[in-house]
């Protein structure tokens, strides 16, 4: 190891600060990060392909498993898709309810990642209460939708449970306990010495760089870029609910951990004017089986960025093909790009910064160019491989 | 030297206060330092092996024991093997000057608190070999960090300690109780800015959160520790544990008084109340705070701690650390 | 340190874990468990079968006849099956503690009784 000459540390695909598969080849000259090479690709499950295996119905499920933290999302985007194909108009009450439980899931999602993050930089006993208090919005959920994850509520043409009104009390006391919290949070963000180190000025991507390289979400809005899917192309009821669009523009890992704890301050608001004004009537229309020719693109906003599905239809009860981009895929180049000239100690909180998540962005079908080769495995040779 | 002294110091070495004493101790102290730390976050900590969980230290120090014990194909192997040794060994030896439980340790001579500064060395040079020689990228960083980090913490804490050596005008630690002792009054009260700064380079040198970059899970897997498993790795946590109950009992002895006979309580019983309380504060310093990273580290003990620490000897050097005369 | 207050705090507080086993949090009412068939409600459309995302319910036979397995570890929970059923025959119930080292032992078949 002579002096000058970088060495190669690998991050990946087992790695504590990884809570996902991926693996991120940096050359590191010392401290400093000089070269980066991503691989991804460990959680691919053929998800697009088993789209076009099953019923419409069937596929709602199956949207909903492509990511555990951002479930309603792919569900919400993919019964969006469906119902236009289909021309549907989805009832007033089930929009509101579709927007209560996607805010609540961003609650959930956003708690979890300051929790991690916080676990990245070392700070474990803020991980232990964030996630403690998360414990609150999974137990409201699993009062609407009978399960803490995967919840199941929407269905092409509404959803399928109702809030009743018994319910709302629950809701807003444990909203009220969220939001004290939150904000004790954020005031602690602001002002704990140890973690303005490690976040301020750390992982900084310019404003131009961000939009360029497609950066999505939080890491697009805390580089000063008001962007928001909710707001730009509003889907469900969020055309009627106001809202703040939060933008910070230090771009650097500190400004997205700000804008992600103020989002969920603003979503805590935005469930609360949704319940209050949430209007009666049915939850669900019924559509037929089979789905006339057709393609359609539907966007969502999901907790880490916009997340984009397209589906096209043949006329039958299945699907022709079925795409999905979700936000993680997007912020990949923008976090290689801040990843160069940083200290090998910042990479797990930049990485950590985007809020990755591999299950939802690797259902893509990558071929080896290193090898160029492509083969197809039966079952059976698959078996014979494992089991060497 | 008779063979009754003769066997009583065997004796004092090897049961009390010695090796099998301190074996003790470092399991308790470990599991106050877990207890503590999981309770001030809202957790149980250990509870199911021994009453409250008491044996857990000391079940997982079995464990790794019976674990298979692997050697990476590219590390040295005679260093890989003794390491793990000397890192045990040497705060152990270390104890022996410390007094716990009379005012002097069982071993002591003029100068003996440089042997302490010595020992510290020591360790960190240890740790750095064990990182260097497994010869894989994330032990070979930690150790790197380590020796780095080293540079950062060594001379504030030279200075700190050296603090109550000027007011009780010896070297040696047995010295400086004797000093607190007989005029019946703490170093902390004298020197509370000493003491700070010793808590803080302490904190380095053992390598809790905030300064556990040697070892930061997160970052480098495990550091410098990366590559050990089973008896190495039981015998390198063993290590740890006798650093804390060593840093403590320094502290305790520096700036608290050290074990000292008060009304009917036996000067154990003192020493061990005194060193429960510091293990309490490196706990709960060590929950509040995040890591940091080396390069801040470094140049915050330089900029910060080094001239907090040669203002506390300015200090004493006029009179404000020492007894009023 | 502006943690330290509120770590001091916890100390006073009972610990947020859960004893699991020996606690357990109470399900709430319309919790999605494992789904139960009642054969006496039982008409055998099929319409469970087809509606399954992860094909966890076999149907055999029938019509009146007709008998169900549910394969457990295949299940999903989604209660697309209870949804759908036009006699409300299949109800969620509230277990959840459904690992199983043996995937084989994992069916539960609902038999017609006379």
């Known amino acids: 190891m002579g002096y000058g000459s970088t060495i190669k540390v690998p991050f990946g695909p087992q790695h504590p600060a990884l809570k996902e598969p991926a693996n991120f080849i940096f050359d590191v000259d010392g401290d400093i990060v000089v070269g980066i090479k991503p691989r991804i690709g460990y959680n691919h499950r053929g998800m697009e392909k088993a789209f076009e295996l099953r019923t419409y119905l069937q596929n709602v499920y199956l949207a909903e498993r492509i990511c555990g933290i951002c479930s309603d999302a792919h569900a919400t985007a993919y019964v969006q898709g469906v119902e236009e194909l289909l021309g549907a108009e989805v009832p007033p009450r089930a929009k509101y309810i579709r927007v209560i439980v996607a805010e609540l899931e961003r609650l959930h999602s956003h708690s979890l990642w300051v929790g991690v993050a916080a676990h990245e930089i070392g700070f474990d006993t803020l991980f232990m209460y964030l996630w403690r208090d998360r414990e609150a919005v999974m137990n409201l959920l699993e009062l609407i939708s009978g399960n803490r994850v995967h919840y199941a509520m929407n269905t092409i043409g509404g959803v399928r449970r109702d809030i009743p009104a018994d319910l709302i009390p629950k809701i807003k006391q444990a909203l009220d306990f969220l939001e004290e919290r939150t904000k004790y949070y954020l005031n602690m963000v602001k002002t704990e010495q140890t973690i303005l180190k490690r976040t301020v000025g750390v992982g900084v991507l310019p404003p131009k760089d961000a939009v360029d390289l497609c950066a999505v979400g939080p890491t697009l809005r805390a580089s000063g870029i008001k962007n928001d899917v909710r707001a730009d192309d509003p889907y469900a009821a969020y055309g009627e609910i106001p809202f703040n669009v939060i933008t910070h523009d230090q771009g650097d890992v500190f400004s997205r951990m700000l804008v992600r704890v103020e989002e969920m301050l603003e979503s805590v608001n935005m469930t609360r004017y949704a319940l209050d004004h949430m209007p009666a009537g049915m939850i669900r229309v019924k559509v037929p089986m089979a789905v006339p020719k057709g393609e359609a693109v539907s966007r969502v906003e999901a907790p880490r960025g916009e997340l984009i599905h397209y589906a096209k239809s043949n006329g039958t009860t299945k699907l022709e093909r079925y795409k999905v981009r979700s936000p993680t895929l997007g912020n990949i180049p923008a976090v290689c790009k801040t990843l160069m000239g940083g200290h090998l100690a910042d990479v797990p909180i930049i990485l950590a910064g985007i809020d990755p998540c591999f299950s939802c962005m690797d259902r893509m079908a990558f071929v080896d160019v290193k090898t160029s080769k492509h083969w197809v495995w039966t079952t059976q040779e698959l078996k014979r491989h494992t089991s060497k | 030297m008779t063979i009754a002294t003769t066997v009583l110091s065997v004796l004092q070495v090897l049961i009390f206060p010695g090796t099998l004493f301190l074996l003790v101790l470092a399991f308790f102290y470990e599991w106050i330092n877990r207890k503590f730390l999981a309770r001030l976050q809202n957790r149980y900590g250990p509870m199911y092996t021994g009453p409250g969980g008491i044996l857990q230290p000391f079940a997982d120090f079995l464990k790794l024991l019976s674990k298979e014990d692997i050697m990476p194909i590219t590390a040295d192997t005679l260093l890989f093997s003794l390491a793990p040794v000397f890192y045990s060994a040497l705060p152990l030896t270390a104890m022996f000057i410390v007094p716990v439980a009379s005012q002097t340790g069982l071993i002591s001579f003029e100068g003996d608190l440089i042997f302490v500064l010595f020992i510290f060395t020591l360790i960190v040079v240890t740790i750095f070999l064990s990182g260097w020689c497994s010869m894989t990228r994330f032990s070979v960083i930690g150790g790197v960090r380590a020796a780095l980090q080293m540079l950062g913490y060594e001379i504030p804490m030279a200075l700190a300690i050296v603090g109550p050596a000027i007011v009780a005008k010896s070297l040696s630690i047995s010295g400086i109780v004797e000093w607190q002792q007989s005029n019946n009054i703490w170093n902390i009260l004298l020197q509370p800015l000493g003491f700070a700064i010793l808590v803080i380079c302490l904190l380095a040198e053992l390598g809790y959160v905030p300064f556990d970059i040697p070892e930061a899970e997160t970052e480098i897997v495990a550091g410098w520790q990366t590559e050990y498993s089973g008896r190495k790795l039981a015998l390198f946590r063993l290590g740890k544990d006798f650093e804390l109950v060593f840093v403590s009992a320094l502290l305790v002895s520096l700036f608290l008084g050290g074990p000292q006979q008060v009304w009917i309580v036996p000067s154990i019983v003192t020493f061990l109340i005194k060193t429960v309380a510091v293990v309490l504060l490196l706990t709960l310093l060590r929950a509040v705070f995040a890591r940091f990273r080396i390069d801040q580290m470094i140049s915050g003990m330089w900029k910060y701690l080094l001239p907090l620490a040669i203002l506390q000897i300015i200090l004493i050097q006029f009179g404000l650390g020492g007894l009023p005369l | ?114």
């Not at chain 3, 919790?31 to 099929?46: A, E, L, N, S």
């Not at chain 3, 019509?63 to 006699?87: K, L, S, T, W």
């Open chain 3, 1 to 114: 340190m502006s943690m330290v207050k509120e770590a001091l705090r916890q100390l006073f507080k009972k610990p947020a874990t859960l004893k699991y086993p020996y606690e357990r949090q109470t399900v709430p009412e319309g919790f999605r468990g494992r789904p139960v068939w009642d054969m006496h409600k039982c008409i055998g459309c099929g319409m469970c079968q087809s509606v399954c995302p992860s094909g966890a319910v076999e149907m055999i036979g029938k019509g009146m006849q007709a008998e169900i397995n549910h394969y457990v570890d295949r299940c999903v929970f989604c209660a697309q099956c209870a949804e759908i059923c036009p006699r409300t025959a299949i109800t969620m119930s509230k277990e959840y503690e459904l690992a199983g080292f043996d995937r084989r032992k994992m069916l539960i078949e609902y038999k017609r009784t006379p």
